[in-house]
């Protein structure tokens, strides 16, 4: 079964920094891949995914994320956060084999300082 | 598009009340899905429907019971509320067509409290 770690619970970051949310899983083969933002009060937004091909992948809101075969990784980066980026960000893997359940991480919630 | 709507937003029981949450999707998903998130804890998930006819349970679905009305409409009934079914509740769509790794796409929960 897959399984999914994000190992930092909460980020601090100033606006204007840069940023890097962790992400590892676990799967045998090459899954799926998902980040999703949760802002208050509110349902989970797609930011981007990763199927195959190019291991850099863009996603909404000027977020990135780049698939690490051999560290098992899909971290999330952005260059410059702004402090409406606060929110809860939340990694998930699919398996490739046909599973329509996703496997989420527990979340990492972004806190901007101005 | 309306996407996923979940109702009601807010709902204060008391123990042993028994309410129906309300999901509808209106992108022809063929898979929905219900999540409880609690702090700390992620999200988990309690029933999902793979398609039209079919459900299933998830990690936690003790409690519960789901009906899939149709492919538009996904409900989660809650039978004897207990105080520790008190959450946010997730409905969620995707659009699995005997393939795996489709997003999903959330409404925007149902704040549940048990008294």
């Known amino acids: 079964a897959q399984s999914v770690t994000q190992p930092d619970i909460h980020i601090t970051v100033s606006e204007g920094a840069s940023l890097e949310l962790r992400c590892n899983y676990s799967?045998?083969?090459?899954?799926?891949l998902f980040w999703y933002v949760q802002s208050p009060g509110q349902g989970l937004q797609l930011l981007l995914k990763?199927?195959?091909?190019?291991?850099l992948v863009q996603g909404i809101k000027g977020f990135e994320a780049e698939f690490k075969r051999s560290q098992s990784s899909f971290n999330l980066r952005k260059p410059s956060v702004h402090w409406s980026d606060a929110a809860e960000y939340f990694c998930?893997?699919?398996?490739?084999?046909?599973?329509?359940?996703?496997?989420f991480g527990r979340g990492t919630s972004l806190i901007v300082h101005p | 598009n309306a996407g996923v709507t979940q109702t009601p937003k807010f709902q204060v029981l008391k123990t042993g009340q028994s309410m129906t949450l309300q999901c509808a999707q209106d992108m022809n998903h063929n898979s929905m899905y219900w999540y409880r998130q609690d702090p700390g804890m992620g999200l988990r998930l309690i029933y999902y429907s793979a398609s039209e006819g079919t459900t299933d349970k998830g990690e936690v679905p003790n409690g519960y019971n789901v009906s899939r009305l149709n492919k538009r409409e996904f409900s989660l009934r809650l039978e004897s509320a207990a105080p520790s079914q008190t959450s946010v509740y997730f409905c969620?769509?995707?659009?699995?067509?005997?393939?795996?790794?489709?997003?999903?796409?959330f409404g925007d929960g149902t704040r549940l409290s048990i008294l």
């Open positions: 998930a893997v699919h398996a490739s084999g046909g599973s329509y359940i996703p496997t």
């Open positions: 990763y199927f195959s091909g190019d291991t």
């Open positions: 969620a769509s995707s659009e699995n067509k005997g393939t795996s790794g489709q997003p999903q796409h």
């Open positions: 799967y045998g083969a090459t899954p799926y």
